[in-house]
């Protein structure tokens, strides 16, 4: 358990996630998120610390604007309730799973979503994370087709 990490309370925990997210700190959030971490989002899963930093890293170079906005977060023993928005701009563009690449629009959008986190150790364990993907595509412009 990082010492670090043990020192906030549980909410803080989630406000510092968040916060390392916003500096593109990766070393920070590995200090914040247990070895095995979970993120559900979306329609997939992200499974361990090292794989979670992966996704982010390439999150954060295809969307170097990118930030969240925490409107309200709420601890109730080890889980925590936030909401929160993520803002960002379409400025590079997007490989999608088949191949295919989505062209930048310049757009901005602002996804609201809530996630739900998991502590254990004083640390994260978990995340679910629940959004609209379609909303967030339907607000940075670019033309998809839903099959």
Request: charged residues 25%; proline residues 5%; glycine residues 6%.
């Amino acid at each position: 358990m990082n010492e670090q990490s043990h020192a906030l309370g549980s909410d803080e925990l989630v406000l510092a996630y968040y916060a390392a997210y916003n500096a593109r700190d990766a070393g920070r959030i590995r200090s914040l998120i247990a070895p095995n971490f979970r993120q559900e989002r979306g329609r997939g899963f992200v499974e361990g610390a090292d794989a979670l930093v992966a996704v982010l890293e390439k999150e954060w170079q295809d969307r170097p604007d990118s930030r969240i906005d925490v409107r309200e977060v709420t601890a109730a023993g080890d889980r925590v309730f936030a909401e929160a928005a993520w803002v960002v701009s379409s400025l590079n563009p997007v490989t999608l799973p088949d191949g295919s690449t989505l062209q930048p629009t310049g757009q901005r959008a602002t996804l609201p979503m809530a996630a739900v986190y998991d502590l254990r150790d004083g640390l994260l364990a978990s995340e679910r994370a629940y959004y609209n993907n379609l909303a967030l595509w339907r607000d940075l412009g670019p033309t998809i087709t839903i099959t």
